[in-house]
Each structure stands twice: as structure tokens, then as C-alpha cells.
């Protein structure tokens, strides 16, 4: 969850900065429900071979109850046409620092992680003619976006990178025009620009005469704001009262009971578009005339005794048994203790569980850290979050033989929807859902699909923002009862 909003302040920093047209440092603040939350500034520098970009944007903010502060610090190159040639990221979240080098040629970002003593590196292609910037209102040709030059309606497709999920994401910027926008009680004109890319919608309001920011909306609410140095630099050691995961869940209309054991439930979901919402043999997604979602949802079903053995399992879905970025499945460590886990199981539905299990008694949970995080140091600090219980759990089932992936979403605890993960395991017949933050068991109806895969898949994709739930049904598992 803030791993996605950071990604996008950082990506605003690169646009606040692009906004500058001589070496002036710019100060924005971040707020969440009018309280501010965090803090970004950026510098750009005209430079003989193009343009030089240094930003910070930190956060700092109550997750789970628990203080967290994330701090990335990144340096960019681009050419005279705008177009990126060098990126460097310094991420520090937790008492953990990472670093992310991309270099960008014509067909590829070379990417290398460097964390925890290990180097790690991939290679992202770029599809043919994409314009790869770092301010998603350049257009093609490497123009600014302004009033002049454009009309509403205007389109223009961009690529930029995320450091945190080390992926090459595709954006688009909607020129919208000149509108009148209440701000602080004053009524202004404004440029409206809408950004919109796989971690979500980011509204940018500027001054139409020079470009300046006035105000910047994106996803879970969040609002920036330009500040003064001042104001800036005059309180970053405040005590933060925001809880995010309490500030960005979602309450259905009526209380769900004993939501650890049902087997199916039906919801309708209004008020966001969800495109990424799918259907698959885990739920059911209806869309309706008048724009709201039935989802229902009925997690797959196997038992031991029709799982397939690891070795019948592992024949399919090959891609799920790879070593990829922060799933480091072909790890020595990692085999070794996956072949101890299993300790002679072979049938991949009890191995699965077992694997699951362990990660859940393996860590203890820690909100403060909020980058993702390769296995090994999972393993070595066995602290986390869902993120972190779901990535060395698939790593282990990898290494174990078992193909698996990632899954995001959202589940029901405590009265409400709060962004989630885990995982699914191939056991021959279907793709076997476990969570091993809750218990290490299978999953219950209550959660709920948004996307899958290796990271840079799972972990780019949805916001809940504006949406509102209703439950029509819930099952439960053994005794079928109902509740409406």
C-alpha cells in the first residue's frame, strides 16, 4: 500500500522538478486527510549534456500502529529532448537501504539492486518508440505540456521506471485544460493534467501563466501541496497521528461473521472502475450495466489426496520455478531449507501447507519496513509484513519444486477490507491458495483478486480509492450457513 504511493511521489518529484526552468529547489508537502504525512523537494540543473534532477520524498506516517519512515533520494540524467539516459535511487525504510542503478539505451533499462552485501541485476525491454521520461506531462518531441500547445482531450503515452518494483511502467497524460478549482477557499484557473499509470490516478493542477504547482491529487487521498522553505524545513521531526492502513480501508455496509471460515462471498462493488479486477477460479466478476461489480468469490478447492505429486506439479507452469528479483528460488539456502520444511513430503498440496506454516511461525510482523525485500534477507531478519511472508514463501515453494507466484488484494479483518498479499501453489489441477500471514492456511472468501505474478506484476496494479462494498452473501465452510 505505500509502496504504491511513494512510487508515485517519487515520480511527482521528477515532474515537480521538470516544472523548474533554472536550479531552484521546490518544496512539497504530502498530506493525508489535511495532515501532512510526508515531504518532497526537487532540484533540476541545465547541464552541457542535458538535464540533472536530484529529489527526496519521504513519509512519514502510523502503519499498523507502528511508526514508518521511508526515504528515497534519487539522482536523474536526461538528454536534450528530455528523453532519460541514467537513474540512481537510494531507498532507506526500516533501518534497511537499498540502492537501484537504471541505465537507459534504445531497447532496454538496465537495472542493477544493490542490498544487503548482494548485487542483483535484470534487464527491462523497451517497446519499440517508446518515450521513456522522467515528467509524464512531456509530450512527444520532448516539450513540455502547456496551455498553448495543446488542446483537451490530448493524449500522450509515456514510460517511466519504478525503483521499487524495479519494472518499466507504461502512463499516460490526459491534457484535461483549463478549469476553475477551489483551493484553500479561493477559487483559481488552473492547467489540468490527469497522469494515469498501473499505481494509480494522479491529478496535477498548475498555474497557467508560469506553470507553477498549485495542487497535485493522487491515490489513497493523498494531496500535495507546494510549501515554503519555511514551512518546509520548520517541523520534520513531527509526531505522526495517521494510521495508513486505517485511513485507506474500506468498510462494507454491514459486518461480515467469521470471515477466517467462509467458502463464498458476494459483494457489489460501486464507485470505481477496478479495470484490473478479473475473473479467474478463485472469483467470479460481473460488471454491470450501471457500472458497479458482483464479485463473487469462491477460492479454489483440492484436496490432499487429489493434489498431484511435486514432481507431476513442477511439469507445468515452469516460469513459476524460476529464480527472478527478490525471489531468489535457485538460492543454495533456500533449497536446503525447502528440502528440511518438506522433510520427505512429496505430495504438493501437504508440502505446500507446510511451507506456508513455517514461513508463519518463521516471522514476527514488523509495519516499519516498507520497501520490498529480497528472500535472503527475509529469511536472515524473519520480520515483515504480508508482502514479506508471500515472497520468501514463494521463493521456498519454488525452491521446493512447487511453482508459485505472488497474489494482491485485499482481505476482511476487523471490520474491514485492508490491502493484502499471498500466495497460490500449483498442486497439478489448479492454482492452491494459502496466506502465510494469516495462519498459514488456505484462504477465506473474504479475499479478494487484484492481480498476480512475479513482483514487478503483483505488486503495480490497484487502488480500492472511492470504492464502496456491499455483501450480499456469505457462506460458511462447514456448515453452509448463511448470512445476508
Request: glycine share 10%; with cysteine.
Given at each position: 500500500?505505500?509502496?504504491?504511493?511513494?512510487?508515485?511521489?517519487?515520480?511527482?518529484?521528477?515532474?515537480?522538478?521538470?516544472?523548474?526552468?533554472?536550479?531552484?529547489?521546490?518544496?512539497?508537502?504530502?498530506?493525508?486527510?489535511?495532515?501532512?504525512?510526508?515531504?518532497?523537494?526537487?532540484?533540476?540543473?541545465?547541464?552541457?549534456?542535458?538535464?540533472?534532477?536530484?529529489?527526496?520524498?519521504?513519509?512519514?506516517?502510523?502503519?499498523?500502529?507502528?511508526?514508518?519512515?521511508?526515504?528515497?533520494?534519487?539522482?536523474?540524467?536526461?538528454?536534450?529532448?528530455?528523453?532519460?539516459?541514467?537513474?540512481?535511487?537510494?531507498?532507506?525504510?526500516?533501518?534497511?537501504?537499498?540502492?537501484?542503478?537504471?541505465?537507459?539505451?534504445?531497447?532496454?533499462?538496465?537495472?542493477?539492486?544493490?542490498?544487503?552485501?548482494?548485487s542483483d541485476k535484470k534487464e527491462l525491454p523497451i517497446p519499440p518508440g517508446a518515450?521513456?521520461?522522467?515528467?509524464?506531462?512531456?509530450?512527444?518531441?520532448?516539450?513540455?505540456?502547456?496551455?498553448?500547445?495543446?488542446?483537451?482531450?490530448?493524449?500522450?503515452?509515456?514510460?517511466?521506471?519504478?525503483?521499487?518494483?524495479?519494472?518499466?511502467?507504461?502512463?499516460?497524460?490526459?491534457?484535461?485544460?483549463?478549469?476553475?478549482?477551489?483551493?484553500?477557499?479561493?477559487?483559481?484557473?488552473?492547467?489540468?493534467?490527469?497522469?494515469?499509470?498501473?499505481?494509480?490516478?494522479?491529478?496535477?493542477?498548475?498555474?497557467?501563466?508560469?506553470?507553477?504547482?498549485?495542487?497535485?491529487?493522487?491515490?489513497?487521498?493523498?494531496?500535495?501541496?507546494?510549501?515554503?522553505?519555511?514551512?518546509?524545513?520548520?517541523?520534520?521531526?513531527?509526531?505522526?497521528?495517521?494510521?495508513?492502513?486505517?485511513?485507506?480501508?474500506?468498510?462494507?455496509?454491514?459486518?461480515?461473521?467469521?470471515?477466517?471460515?467462509?467458502?463464498?462471498?458476494?459483494?457489489?462493488?460501486?464507485?470505481?472502475?477496478?479495470?484490473?479486477?478479473?475473473?479467474?477460479?478463485?472469483?467470479?466478476?460481473?460488471?454491470?450495466?450501471?457500472?458497479?461489480?458482483?464479485?463473487?468469490?469462491?477460492?479454489?478447492?483440492?484436496?490432499?489426496?487429489?493434489?498431484?505429486?511435486?514432481?507431476?506439479?513442477?511439469?507445468?507452469?515452469?516460469?513459476?520455478?524460476?529464480?527472478?528479483?527478490?525471489?531468489?528460488?535457485?538460492?543454495?539456502?533456500?533449497?536446503?531449507?525447502?528440502?528440511?520444511?518438506?522433510?520427505?513430503?512429496?505430495?504438493?498440496?501437504?508440502?505446500?501447507?507446510?511451507?506456508?506454516?513455517?514461513?508463519?511461525?518463521?516471522?514476527?510482523?514488523?509495519?516499519?519496513?516498507?520497501?520490498?525485500?529480497?528472500?535472503?534477507?527475509?529469511?536472515?531478519?524473519?520480520?515483515?509484513?504480508?508482502?514479506?511472508?508471500?515472497?520468501?514463501?514463494?521463493?521456498?515453494?519454488?525452491?521446493?519444486?512447487?511453482?508459485?507466484?505472488?497474489?494482491?488484494?485485499?482481505?476482511?479483518?476487523?471490520?474491514?477490507?485492508?490491502?493484502?498479499?499471498?500466495v497460490e501453489a500449483w498442486t497439478g489441477g489448479g492454482?492452491?491458495?494459502?496466506?502465510?500471514?494469516?495462519?498459514?492456511?488456505?484462504?477465506?472468501?473474504?479475499?479478494?483478486?487484484?492481480?498476480?505474478?512475479?513482483?514487478?506484476?503483483?505488486?503495480?496494479?490497484?487502488?480500492?480509492?472511492?470504492?464502496?462494498?456491499?455483501?450480499?452473501?456469505?457462506?460458511?465452510?462447514?456448515?453452509?450457513?448463511?448470512?445476508?
Amino acid at each position: 500500500m505505500i509502496r504504491r504511493a511513494a512510487s508515485l511521489l517519487l515520480l511527482f518529484s521528477l515532474t515537480l522538478a521538470a516544472l523548474a526552468t533554472e536550479p531552484v529547489t521546490e518544496f512539497i508537502g504530502v498530506f493525508l486527510q489535511n495532515e501532512r504525512i510526508g515531504l518532497v523537494t526537487a532540484t533540476t540543473f541545465d547541464e552541457p549534456a542535458g538535464r540533472r534532477t536530484v529529489s527526496t520524498s519521504r513519509i512519514h506516517a502510523l502503519i499498523l500502529g507502528q511508526e514508518m519512515r521511508l526515504e528515497i533520494h534519487s539522482e536523474s540524467w536526461s538528454d536534450r529532448n528530455g528523453r532519460l539516459t541514467k537513474q540512481v535511487f537510494l531507498i532507506e525504510s526500516g533501518g534497511r537501504e537499498q540502492k537501484v542503478t537504471a541505465e537507459f539505451t534504445k531497447s532496454v533499462v538496465k537495472v542493477v539492486r544493490e542490498a544487503d552485501g548482494r548485487s542483483d541485476k535484470k534487464e527491462l525491454p523497451i517497446p519499440p518508440g517508446a518515450l521513456i521520461v522522467e515528467d509524464p506531462t512531456v509530450a512527444a518531441g520532448g516539450e513540455g505540456v502547456t496551455p498553448g500547445d495543446t488542446r483537451p482531450g490530448d493524449m500522450f503515452v509515456f514510460y517511466s521506471f519504478d525503483p521499487l518494483a524495479l519494472a518499466l511502467l507504461r502512463g499516460e497524460s490526459e491534457i484535461k485544460g483549463q478549469i476553475e478549482l477551489e483551493v484553500a477557499g479561493v477559487k483559481l484557473t488552473v492547467f489540468w493534467v490527469r497522469v494515469t499509470d498501473p499505481r494509480g490516478v494522479t491529478d496535477i493542477y498548475t498555474s497557467p501563466v508560469d506553470g507553477g504547482l498549485i495542487l497535485a491529487k493522487t491515490i489513497l487521498g493523498i494531496e500535495l501541496r507546494p510549501l515554503t522553505r519555511e514551512e518546509a524545513l520548520g517541523n520534520l521531526d513531527y509526531v505522526p497521528s495517521i494510521d495508513l492502513a486505517t485511513a485507506t480501508r474500506v468498510r462494507p455496509d454491514k459486518p461480515i461473521e467469521n470471515p477466517r471460515r467462509l467458502s463464498k462471498l458476494r459483494l457489489r462493488l460501486e464507485g470505481g472502475e477496478l479495470p484490473r479486477l478479473a475473473g479467474s477460479a478463485h472469483q467470479t466478476v460481473e460488471r454491470r450495466p450501471d457500472g458497479s461489480i458482483l464479485l463473487t468469490v469462491h477460492p479454489y478447492r483440492i484436496s490432499a489426496g487429489e493434489a498431484a505429486s511435486i514432481d507431476e506439479a513442477g511439469k507445468r507452469h515452469r516460469g513459476f520455478l524460476k529464480s527472478v528479483t527478490f525471489i531468489p528460488s535457485g538460492d543454495s539456502e533456500m533449497t536446503r531449507l525447502a528440502i528440511e520444511i518438506l522433510d520427505g513430503e512429496t505430495n504438493s498440496y501437504r508440502a505446500a501447507h507446510r511451507v506456508a506454516r513455517y514461513v508463519n511461525r518463521l516471522i514476527r510482523p514488523n509495519a516499519t519496513i516498507a520497501m520490498l525485500r529480497d528472500a535472503r534477507e527475509i529469511l536472515k531478519t524473519k520480520e515483515g509484513v504480508c508482502r514479506d511472508y508471500s515472497i520468501l514463501t514463494a521463493t521456498l515453494l519454488r525452491a521446493a519444486g512447487i511453482p508459485a507466484k505472488l497474489v494482491t488484494g485485499a482481505v476482511y479483518a476487523d471490520g474491514a477490507f485492508y490491502y493484502h498479499a499471498w500466495v497460490e501453489a500449483w498442486t497439478g489441477g489448479g492454482w492452491l491458495a494459502l496466506d502465510p500471514t494469516l495462519g498459514g492456511g488456505l484462504v477465506d472468501a473474504t479475499h479478494i483478486k487484484f492481480a498476480e505474478g512475479d513482483p514487478e506484476e503483483a505488486f503495480v496494479v490497484f487502488t480500492l480509492d472511492g470504492v464502496k462494498i456491499r455483501v450480499l452473501e456469505a457462506v460458511g465452510n462447514s456448515t453452509g450457513e448463511q448470512q445476508r
